[in-house]
């Protein structure tokens, strides 16, 4: 009998501590988390070096034709800048630490350039605290965070139209 109560409460503490969020804890820290965590470093590095190395054109857009991309063909086709119109650009401007510039020319680039570069130490802080990569994924802020940033990716597509249709449109 003493051992079916032990059964039931130990059965009864399981489904208690059952929860959706029991598999995000730190002790599920993975191998497979520990290798996200160096591909964002080096992605993130990457990229950072390669926007410093490249020229930002005076144009605010056409930068990432120094890598050998084509030119945009939505703009060429419609004359309105494509939602990534000046990304680059703006990336190479920041990686100079011409932030102005940057954010002039297409203001989510910079957001997108100080992401990357809080990346790099962020990515070292997850690995030295064996943070899950889906505790990271999967947090109730994560999709809060993604939606700002769409939002904010779609409004400086509207900049940058506005930019280069009526408030700068000698420059380009």
């Given at each position: 009998m003493i051992e079916l109560d032990k059964a039931e409460s130990n059965i009864a503490k399981q489904s208690d501590s059952c929860?959706?969020?029991?598999?995000?804890?730190?002790?599920?820290?993975s191998r497979s988390d520990q290798a996200k965590y160096v591909?964002?470093?080096?992605?993130?590095?990457?990229?950072l070096v390669t926007a410093r190395l490249l020229q930002p054109s005076s144009r605010g857009v056409g930068t990432h034709e120094q890598l050998?991309?084509?030119?945009?063909?939505?703009?060429?086709?419609?004359?309105?800048p494509c939602p990534s119109c000046g990304l680059t650009t703006s990336f190479a401007h920041a990686a100079r630490l011409h932030?102005?510039?940057?954010?002039?020319?297409?203001p989510f680039g910079l957001i997108a350039f100080c992401l990357m570069a809080l990346s790099i130490p962020l990515s070292l802080y997850l690995i030295y605290s064996r943070t899950p990569w889906s505790k990271l994924i999967y947090s109730t802020?994560?999709?809060?965070?993604?939606?700002?940033?769409l939002a904010l990716y779609l409004l400086s597509w509207f900049y940058k139209i506005a930019a280069m249709k009526w408030l700068f449109a000698p420059g380009y």
């Open positions: 929860s959706p969020f029991d598999s995000l804890n730190s002790s599920e820290y591909a964002l470093f080096f992605i993130a590095s990457a990229g050998g991309l084509p030119s945009c063909a939505f703009l060429h086709l419609t004359g309105v932030f102005f510039e940057a954010f002039i020319v297409q802020r994560s999709n809060q965070v993604l939606y700002a940033l």
